[in-house]
C-alpha cells in the first residue's frame, strides 16, 4: 500500500493553547479515514494543521505527503501537491464568479493553461450530479450562498480540481437528508485508488451513506482509539463518555 | 525647487512619455501678463478676457485651504500654465502628429471610439487635438466641441453657464483655472434626445513641470439623457505637475446624465479638481469616478439638487499607495422637496497611503421628504497606511431619512487561507480579494474602464507582498 499522509507525533498550538498533542495519522492511497471526536478535541485543528494555516504553530513532530515533509510549505504549495480541503464555512469572494474562480485555481494547481471549454462542460457536468443550481457558478464565489449550496460548492471544487487527499472538515455539519445524500455521491464520484479521503466530523450521519475503512476517535488532541465502520455505530449509541476519562 | 519623491513602479503604458515638443509653451509662473498672453493665444472674446483676469484677481486675494492635504510643495513660479502642442485641432486622427497619436493609441483612444463610443475627444497638454462625433448626434442637434470652437460659436449658451455653476470664488484653485483654463469639452444635449452610447473625453498632460487646466461644460437639456466620461493621465516626472481642472454639469429637468471618470494621474501631480451638477426637477446626475494616481488629490464632486424629486448617486473608489495623499469624497446640497442622494464610497490605502474620504450632506429646510443614504468602506492592506472619514452633516429639516453607515476593514487571514488552499499565491489572493472589494464600483465602469481599474489594481499590488 502506498503512503499519501503520514502524520507523525504531532504536537500543535492555537495561541498559546495547545490543542494537538502527539497525534499520529497514516492514510494509504485508495482509503477512506473518518476523524471523529466531541466539540474542542482538536479536529478542525488537524485540518489547518496539515495544510499549515499560519494561524496554527506547529509544536513539534511531522507532516509528510508523499513521503515529503510538508510542515513548512505555504498553504499554495501544498494545495498545489495535491492536497484539498473543504471549509466548514467557505469565505464569500466577491467580484469573481465561481467558474472564474474555478479555472484560475484548476491552472494555478496543474501549472497548465486550462481548456475552457472542456473545463466548463466537466465542471457543468458535476454541477448536474450534486443537484446544484447551473446558474450558481456564474455567481460570484460563495457570495449570498445558502450554507447548503456553500458545502455544495466545496464538493463541486473538489471534483474539479481533483486533488491527491481531500480533507472534508464537517462538510455534513447543518446539511439536510438530502444534501447529505448528494455530498456522499461527490465523494463517491470523486473517490478511486489513486487517492483518498479524510472527513472530519461530529457526527454519524454521512457515514451511513458512504463506504470508509477507518474510524479514528480524536479526543484532548490525540487519537485515542481506530477502528473499522462499526466503530462509528459505537459512538452513534454511546457519545464520548468513555474516552474523556 | 523641492524634488518630489516619486516611487518607481512600473505604470507600463501611462508612464510613456515623449519628448517635451511645443509649439509654444508659457513661461512659468502666474500674473496679469501671463493671463493676457493666454487670452490673447486664445483669441477670447472680450467677456472672457475680463473674467479671466477678475479671476487673477480672485486668486490673488484667496488663501491656500488650510484644511487638507499639505500643498506646500505647489510653487506657481514653477508652473507653466500654458503649453500648446505642435498640432491644431483634427478631425481626422490621421491628421493628428504622429507620436502624439502614438500615445492615444497606446492608451487606447482611438479603437474605443470605433468600437462603442459616440464622439470623443482628445486634449494633450493644454489643447484639444482631436474632436470627433458621429454623424447621426450631429443631426440630432448635439453638440459636442472643444471649449475655446464652443466660446465662439455658440456664445450664447457658454456665456449663460461658464463659472456659473462653480463661480471663481469658490476656492483658490477654481479661480486659478478661469484665469488660465485651457482646452476641455462642450456637450449640449437638446430636449429630449437620448444619446445611447457614451462621449469621451481623454486629457493627457505630457509636458514635465506644466498645469492642465481643462474646462468641461455640459448641458443637458430638459428629458434628454447622455453618458459622458472622461479619462486622464500623465507620464511620470520628478518634478510637480498641477491639474486643476474644472466641470460644469447643468442637468435640466426630467433630464439623465452619468458622468464616469478615472482618474489615473502619475504620482508627481496635484490633481485639484473641482466638479460641479446642477440638477432640475426630476432629473438625475450618476457620478462614477476612479481615483487613482497623483500625489495629492483634493476632489470632491458635488450635486446641487435644486429641482423637486432631483437624484443623484455617487459611487467612487480611491486607491492610494506609497506617498499618496487622496482626499476626495462627495458633496450633495439637497435643495428642494422630494430629492434623494446615495453615495457608495470605496477606498483602498496601502504602503503608507492615505485615503480620505470627506463630505458633505445638506438639506435645506425647504427640502421635506429627502432621503440620503451614505455608505463608505475602506480597506487597508497594511498596518502603516491610513484611512479617514470626514463627513460633515447639515440636516435643516426634521421630515428627511439619512443614513450613513462607515466600515475600516483589513483583508481577513481566513479570505487569503481559503483562496491559497486553491493553490493561489498569497499575492494572487490579495489582488483577488482587492478586486472583489472594488467590484460594485468596477462594474459600473464602461467596460475598457473595469478593465483597466483591474491592471491598475494588479500593478499596484504586484511586488507589494513580503
Known amino acids: ?64 505527503f508523499e513521503g515529503e515533509n510538508i510542515n513548512d510549505l505555504s498553504v499554495d504549495k501544498i494545495a498545489k501537491k495535491g492536497v484539498f480541503m473543504s471549509f466548514q464555512s467557505p469565505e464569500e469572494i466577491p467580484g469573481i464568479s465561481t467558474f472564474n474562480f474555478l479555472k484560475f485555481a484548476k491552472g494555478k494547481i496543474t501549472d497548465k493553461p486550462v481548456k475552457v471549454f472542456e473545463f466548463k462542460k466537466q465542471v457543468e457536468g458535476f454541477t448536474e450530479e450534486l443537484n446544484m443550481n447551473p446558474k450558481l457558478i456564474e455567481r460570484n464565489l460563495n457570495v449570498g450562498f445558502s450554507g447548503g449550496e456553500k458545502k455544495k460548492n466545496e464538493i463541486l471544487q473538489m471534483l474539479a480540481l481533483n486533488p491527491k487527499l481531500a480533507i472534508l472538515d464537517e462538510t455534513d455539519s447543518g446539511l439536510d437528508v438530502d444534501a447529505i445524500k ?61 474516552y474523556n476519562a | 525647487m523641492a524634488k518630489t519623491q516619486v516611487e518607481d513602479i512600473n505604470r507600463n503604458i501611462y508612464d510613456i512619455k515623449n519628448e517635451d515638443e511645443y509649439a509654444f509653451k508659457m513661461q512659468k509662473g502666474l500674473n496679469r501678463e501671463v493671463v493676457l498672453e493666454i487670452s490673447k493665444q486664445k483669441n477670447d472674446p472680450d467677456w472672457m478676457r475680463e473674467l479671466r483676469l477678475k479671476a487673477l484677481e480672485v486668486y490673488n486675494s484667496l488663501e491656500l485651504p488650510t484644511w487638507g492635504p499639505d500643498l506646500s510643495e505647489l510653487h506657481m513660479d514653477d508652473i507653466a500654465t500654458y503649453v500648446k502642442p505642435k498640432s491644431k485641432l483634427n478631425t481626422s486622427w490621421d491628421d493628428v502628429p504622429e507620436e502624439i497619436k502614438k500615445t492615444f493609441d497606446t492608451l487606447g483612444i482611438p479603437e474605443a471610439e ?64 478661469a484665469a488660465v483654463w485651457s482646452g476641455g469639452s462642450f456637450v449640449y444635449v437638446p430636449k429630449g434626445v437620448k444619446v445611447d452610447i457614451p462621449l469621451q473625453s481623454y486629457f493627457r498632460l505630457n509636458s514635465p513641470e506644466s498645469g492642465q487646466f481643462e474646462h468641461t461644460l455640459i ?131 496601502k504602503e503608507g497611503g492615505s485615503c480620505t474620504y470627506r463630505a458633505l450632506v445638506r438639506v435645506a429646510e425647504r427640502a421635506k421628504n429627502a432621503k440620503c443614504s451614505v455608505s463608505c468602506e475602506s480597506l487597508m492592506l497594511d498596518d502603516i497606511s491610513r484611512s479617514d472619514t470626514i463627513p460633515v452633516n447639515d ?65 499596484e499590488l504586484e511586488g507589494s507582498i513580503g
Open chain 1, 1 to 64: 500500500m502506498e503512503k499519501l499522509l503520514e502524520i507523525k507525533d504531532l504536537y500543535a498550538n492555537v495561541g498559546e493553547k495547545e490543542i494537538l498533542k502527539g497525534l499520529n495519522l497514516t492514510i494509504n492511497k485508495g482509503e477512506v479515514h473518518v476523524v471523529m471526536g466531541p466539540n474542542g478535541a482538536g479536529k478542525s485543528t488537524l485540518a489547518n494543521v496539515i495544510f499549515n494555516n499560519p494561524a496554527y504553530t506547529k509544536v513539534s513532530g511531522s507532516v509528510e
Open chain 1, 182 to 242: 448528494t455530498v456522499s455521491k461527490g465523494i463517491e464520484m470523486y473517490k478511486n485508488d489513486e487517492n483518498a479521503v479524510l472527513i472530519i466530523t461530529h457526527n454519524t450521519r454521512i457515514l451511513k451513506h458512504l463506504k470508509v475503512d477507518f474510524v479514528h476517535v480524536l479526543v484532548d488532541g490525540r487519537i485515542v482509539k481506530t477502528g473499522m465502520g462499526e466503530l462509528a455505530t459505537e459512538i452513534e449509541e454511546n457519545g464520548y463518555k468513555e
Open chain 2, 114 to 177: 470605433k468600437k462603442s463610443l459616440a464622439g470623443v475627444g482628445a486634449q494633450y497638454d493644454s489643447e484639444v487635438v482631436y474632436h470627433s462625433m458621429k454623424e447621426d448626434l450631429l443631426k440630432q442637434g448635439v453638440v459636442y466641441l472643444d471649449m475655446e470652437s464652443a466660446v465662439r460659436e455658440y456664445p450664447d449658451l457658454v456665456k449663460e453657464h461658464f463659472m456659473k455653476c462653480v463661480p471663481v470664488n469658490d476656492h483658490k484653485f477654481v479661480a486659478l483655472h
Open chain 2, 395 to 459: 440636516i435643516q429639516t426634521d421630515e428627511v431619512e439619512f443614513s450613513h453607515e462607515a466600515k475600516i476593514g483589513k483583508i481577513s487571514d481566513k479570505e487569503i487561507f481559503y483562496l491559497m488552499s486553491r493553490g493561489l499565491s498569497e499575492e494572487d489572493a490579495r489582488a483577488m480579494i482587492v478586486r472583489g472589494f472594488a467590484y460594485p464600483i468596477s462594474k459600473e465602469l464602461p467596460v475598457e474602464y473595469a478593465v483597466e481599474m483591474n491592471n491598475l489594481i494588479n500593478m
Open chain 2, 219 to 349: 448641458i443637458v437639456d430638459e428629458g434628454a439623457s447622455l453618458h459622458f466620461i472622461e479619462g486622464c493621465s500623465a507620464p511620470k516626472y520628478n518634478k510637480v505637475n498641477l491639474h486643476a481642472g474644472c466641470v460644469e454639469l447643468y442637468v435640466k429637468d426630467n433630464a439623465y446624465l452619468r458622468y464616469s471618470t478615472i482618474e489615473n494621474w502619475s504620482k508627481n501631480m496635484m490633481n485639484l479638481n473641482t466638479k460641479k451638477a446642477i440638477v432640475g426637477k426630476n432629473a438625475q446626475i450618476d457620478w462614477v469616478t476612479g481615483s487613482f494616481g497623483s500625489k495629492i488629490s483634493m476632489l470632491y464632486p458635488m450635486s446641487i439638487l435644486n429641482g423637486e424629486g432631483a437624484k443623484t448617486e455617487y459611487t467612487g473608489i480611491t486607491f492610494a499607495g506609497k506617498g499618496q495623499n487622496l482626499d476626495t469624497g462627495f458633496k450633495v446640497i439637497h435643495n428642494a422637496p422630494n430629492t434623494s442622494s446615495v453615495v457608495n464610497s470605496k477606498s483602498i490605502s
